[in-house]
């Protein structure tokens, strides 16, 4: 059967929370001993879905030995999402609308690591290049702890047309930096904000940067150089939700 592979106790509560009717099919271990497996199980049942029992082998052939929880589902992934409803929500959030634009990150353990961090920070959208970046793929998904089905995510074209689109909607931009001079804890982070990180390597291109009213760095002490671009994310979103708060 085609679809992507899901699995983990976090990937299938959260498909089945939030999109039971693109799960083709559904795999319980047999036996199991977790009781989140046998919620789960019921839960499916509840939405009209028939989960199969399957031994703890089975699944371990089926994901390649990787760790299922005794959870596994083959799962349709809906479509992307048309850029004009970045917009929508944009308008309708108003002054509470928060954005996080990751320019380029490529690793899908740390995109699923910053949308988890997004969703907790109640994020209007998540918004990436639809070219050399990561996507929502089976591993990000478990990377998120399900956040990834939670989170309003935007693949765009043309990552400096949208921005300037964000900007010409009343969206203030602000760009995590290392060779800026402002400290990030300096900004006034109220209002409609777009928060900016760059790829794991390279930082913000040229253009996105360009595009941001500021740039910042978050201030650190120690001999390190950056911060992994998921950590630095948390980290400004959560300081975002503090003074928002």
Known sequence: MSGELLFGIHSIDAALSNDPKNILELYFESDSHNARVKELSEKARELGLKPHARPREALDRMT??????????????????????????????????????LDGVTDPHNLGACLRSAEAAGVTAVVVPKDKAAGITPTVRRASSGAADRVAFFAVTNLARTLKALKEGGVWL?????????????????????????????????????????LAKIPMRGGVESLNVSVATGVALFEALRQRA
């Open 174 to 214: 602000v760009g995590l930096a290392g060779e800026s001079a402002q400290d990030f804890y300096q900004l006034d982070l109220k209002g409609p904000l777009g928060i900016v990180m760059g790829s794991e390597g390279e930082g913000m291109r040229r253009l996105t940067g360009e595009a941001c009213d500021f």
């Open 64 to 101: 390649g030995g990787a760790r299922h929880q005794g959870a596994v589902a083959r799962y349709r992934a809906p479509p992307p999402r048309a850029e004009k409803e970045l917009y929508e929500l944009v308008e309708q959030a108003g002054k509470d609308t928060l954005i996080l634009v």
